[in-house]
C-alpha cells in the first residue's frame, strides 16, 4: 500500500476514535490528545493538531511528524504534548497508539488519594497497574521525561499525570481508547465504593 492511502485510512481512523474518546467524557474541551504511529513505518507518528477539540476533528488536524517531532506532513502545530508521545514511542516499540486526556473521576480520585486502586475485574485484567506522574507542567520537556520513565516498564499501558489527567497506550488507536474506558469506569467504581462503604 502506498504512504498516501496508508496515511488516509489512518486519519480517518483517529477522527473516529477521536469522536468516539469525546463522546464518552473521556476528556474536555480543546484538552487531549491521540497519537499513531504509521503502520509500516515505525519512525513516523500522526498526531493531533494544538486547539482542536476531540469533538470536532478533520483529517486534516493530524500533522505527520518523525521521532525527533520534525513535522513531515500537514498545517499547523502538533500537540504540545508531542515530546511525551516520542517519549513513549521511543521507548516501546510495541506501542503504536499513545492517547492523553483529562478525565474528571480519575484526576480526582488521584489527587484525593494520591493512587488508584484497581477494583473492577477488567481493569485489574488489561491495566495490571497504573502509575501516578507527579506534576510538571502541560507541554514541558520535563513532564515527557517523567512520563518515559514511568513507561519504561513494558508492562505499564496507562498512567495517571497529577493534577491532569492520564495516558493510554496501545497497539492501535482503538485499544487506547478502550483502557482509558476501563480507566475512567475503574475510577469511578472506586468513588462509589468509597461512598458506599462509608
Ligand atoms: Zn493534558
Redesign the pocket.
Known amino acids: 500500500m502506498d504512504n498516501a492511502k496508508l496515511l488516509a485510512d489512518l486519519r480517518l481512523e483517529m477522527v473516529t476514535v477521536c469522536q468516539k474518546i469525546f463522546n464518552r467524557g473521556l476528556t474536555s474541551a480543546t484538552?487531549?490528545?491521540l497519537s499513531a504511529r504509521l503502520p509500516g513505518r515505525p519512525e513516523q507518528v500522526l498526531i493531533k493538531r494544538t486547539g482542536k477539540s476531540f469533538g470536532d476533528v478533520h483529517p486534516e488536524d493530524f500533522l505527520l511528524v518523525d521521532l525527533e517531532g520534525n513535522v513531515l506532513e500537514g498545517e499547523g502545530k502538533p500537540s504540545k504534548?508531542l515530546f511525551f508521545h516520542l517519549a513513549i514511542y521511543r521507548r516501546r516499540p510495541e506501542v503504536n497508539a499513545v492517547l492523553?486526556?483529562?478525565s474528571p473521576y480519575t484526576t480526582a480520585y488521584v489527587l484525593a488519594k494520591g493512587e488508584l486502586p484497581l477494583v473492577t475485574v477488567a481493569a485489574e485484567l488489561s491495566l495490571v497497574k497504573v502509575p501516578v506522574v507527579g506534576y510538571a507542567p502541560?507541554g514541558s520537556q520535563e513532564l515527557a521525561g517523567m512520563v518515559g520513565t514511568a513507561f519504561e516498564e513494558p508492562g505499564v499501558k496507562a498512567a495517571v499525570?497529577l493534577r491532569?489527567?492520564y495516558i493510554t497506550v496501545g497497539q492501535d488507536c482503538h485499544g487506547a481508547f478502550y483502557l482509558a474506558d476501563v480507566l475512567e469506569d475503574n475510577a469511578k467504581t472506586a468513588f462509589l465504593l468509597a461512598q458506599l462503604s462509608r
Open positions: 484538552s487531549g490528545n504534548e492523553h486526556g483529562h502541560p499525570l491532569h489527567g
